[in-house]
C-alpha cells in the first residue's frame, strides 16, 4: 500500500479527535458516537487530507523504511545463491540472508516508531487547533455581544461617567502594576474591550503556530509515509486517543523483547552458525559490530603446530567466545532500555491522571454538564455571557488542551516501549527470517 492508495477526503474532517479514557483513570460511560461535530473548517486551509488509521501509519513507515527495503534486496541477492542441497556454499548464503533480514527488519521497526510518535503529535496539533477555534468563536461573541453593552455611552461616543485621558491612562498603569496583562486566570476581572482583545490575540497567535506545526509534521510524515514529491495533501489521524491504563507487566515485556529484538535473534543465529570450514560470513558480521573485528583470518601455522590444532577451528572457537561476550553485554543494553520506557510509560500515565482531574475540575467550575466529552464550538446565544462565564469556558478549553497532550505523551511512551520490544514491525507482517524459511526446502 502506497500513501496515494489511502482514503482522500476533501476538506476538513468533521470528527473531533479526543480522548477516550477508560477505567481507573477516567470515565468509561465516555462514547465515541456521542461526540459533537466542529463547525465549518476554515477556508483558508488545504481542501484535500489522505485519512489514516495509527495502524496504517504504522505499516505504510514500515513499508517504506529506506534502509529496511535496501537491506532486504540485498538478502534477497545473497537467498539466490541457496540451492536445494546443504553444500558449504549455500550454508554461508543462508546465513548472510538471514542476517540482513534481521537487519531490515530493525530499521523497520525503528521507522514506524518515529511514524507514529509523528502521527500522535500531528493528532495532538489538529485538536489543539479546533480548540483555538472554539476560543476564539467564544470570544467573538463576548466582543459583539457582551462588550458594546457593558458599559452605557454617553455625549461623543464615550461611555458615561468616563475618567479624563489622563486620569484612563493612571488607572490602567494601576490595572497593570496589579494584574497579569494575558492569561485568563484573571480575564473574568476584566471588562474593557482592550482585555479582551488581548486574549483573543493570545489565542490566534496560538493558532497559527500549531497551524505552522501542523505544516512542519506533514512535511516531516508523507516522506516516511511514502509520499510523492510536490504531493501537497495533508494526513488526518482517524485516531481515537484510547486510554486503557492496565496493569504494565514489565517482566513480560522485558522477556519479550529479549525473545524478538532483531539484533538479539541475529546474534542467536550467528552462534548457532559457526562453522569451522567457512568463517567468512561470521566475519562479515562481526565488523558490523566494531571494524576491528573479523579481520583476521584463519592464519596461525606456528601456533597450530604447536597445539597440534588446525587453525580454522582456533579461529571459530575464538569468534564463538567473541559472540557470546557481545550477546551478553546487548542482552543487558536492551533489558534496561525496556525497563526504561516502561518506567516512561508509568510516568505518563501518572502525569495523565492529575490532567483530567484537572480538567474535571475546570469542567464543573464551567458548568459543563459531560465533562468526559470534548469542547463544542458554541453556537450563537440570545443571552449573552458574562465574563466570569466566558473565563471559565477558556479556563475549560485550557484544561482540554493539556489533558490532550498527556494523552498523546502516554501513546508515544507506549510506542517507544514496543520499539525497545522489536515488535512494530513484525506487527504489520513483516516476519522473522527463521519463519520466512519455513517450507523451503534446502
Not at 134 to 139: D, G
Amino acid at each position: 500500500m502506497n500513501l496515494a492508495e489511502a482514503r482522500q477526503i476533501e476538506g476538513r474532517p468533521t470528527q473531533l479527535i479526543w480522548p477516550e479514557i477508560l477505567d481507573p483513570v477516567g470515565d468509561p460511560e465516555a462514547s465515541r458516537s456521542e461526540q459533537p461535530s466542529r463547525q465549518k473548517p476554515d477556508k483558508g486551509r488545504p481542501p484535500g487530507y489522505y485519512v489514516l488509521t495509527a495502524r496504517q501509519c504504522q505499516a505504510l513507515a514500515a513499508a517504506h523504511a529506506v534502509w529496511g527495503n535496501i537491506l532486504d534486496e540485498e538478502s534477497e541477492l545473497a537467498a539466490r545463491l541457496v540451492g536445494r542441497g546443504r553444500t558449504l556454499r549455500a550454508r554461508s548464503a543462508a546465513l548472510q540472508s538471514d542476517l540482513l533480514r534481521y537487519a531490515a527488519l530493525a530499521e523497520r521497526n525503528q521507522a514506524a516508531a518515529g511514524a507514529l510518535e509523528l502521527f500522535y503529535r500531528l493528532a495532538e496539533a489538529e485538536a489543539q487547533w479546533d480548540l483555538c477555534q472554539a476560543a476564539l468563536h467564544l470570544l467573538d461573541q463576548a466582543q459583539a455581544k457582551n462588550l458594546p453593552d457593558s458599559r452605557p455611552k454617553g455625549s461623543g461616543g464615550e461611555p458615561s461617567g468616563s475618567p479624563a485621558p489622563g486620569q484612563e491612562a493612571k488607572e490602567n498603569k494601576d490595572e497593570k502594576e496589579t494584574k497579569p496583562s494575558t492569561g485568563t486566570a484573571n480575564l473574568s476581572e476584566r471588562f474593557s474591550s482592550s482585555s479582551w482583545q488581548a486574549e483573543r490575540r493570545r489565542w490566534q497567535r496560538r493558532q497559527e503556530e500549531v497551524e505552522r506545526e501542523i505544516e512542519h509534521i506533514n512535511s516531516q510524515l508523507r516522506p516516511r509515509l511514502g509520499g510523492q514529491v510536490g504531493d501537497c495533501r495533508r494526513i488526518w489521524p482517524a485516531v481515537t486517543l484510547r486510554v486503557h491504563p492496565d496493569n504494565l507487566d514489565v517482566e513480560k515485556a522485558v522477556h519479550q523483547g529479549l525473545d524478538q529484538r532483531a539484533e538479539l535473534r541475529a546474534l542467536r543465529r550467528l552462534l548457532r552458525s559457526i562453522d569451522a570450514n567457512d568463517l567468512t560470513a561470521v566475519r562479515s558480521a562481526l565488523e558490523q559490530w566494531h571494524p576491528a573485528l573479523g579481520t583476521t583470518p584463519s592464519r596461525f601455522p606456528t601456533i597450530a603446530q604447536w597445539l597440534g590444532t588446525p587453525p580454522q577451528h582456533i579461529e571459530a572457537a575464538t569468534r564463538e567466545e567473541q559472540i557470546r561476550f557481545l550477546l551478553a553485554r546487548r542482552e543487558k543494553e536492551v533489558e534496561e532500555q525496556i525497563r526504561q520506557t516502561a518506567h516512561q510509560v508509568q510516568i505518563a500515565l501518572t502525569e495523565l491522571a492529575q490532567a483530567q482531574q484537572a480538567y474535571q475540575a475546570a469542567a464543573e467550575a464551567s458548568g459543563q454538564k459531560f465533562p468526559t466529552k470534548p469542547a463544542q464550538l458554541l453556537p450563537p446565544s440570545t443571552q449573552a455571557a458574562s465574563p466570569p462565564q466566558i473565563a471559565a469556558q477558556l479556563a475549560f478549553y485550557e484544561a482540554q488542551a493539556a489533558l490532550i497532550h498527556r494523552v498523546v505523551a502516554w501513546k508515544i511512551a507506549e510506542v517507544r516501549l514496543l520499539e525497545a520490544m522489536g515488535i512494530l514491525a513484525q506487527e504489520t507482517g513483516y516476519p522473522l527470517p527463521e519463519q520466512a524459511w519455513e517450507g523451503m526446502q534446502l
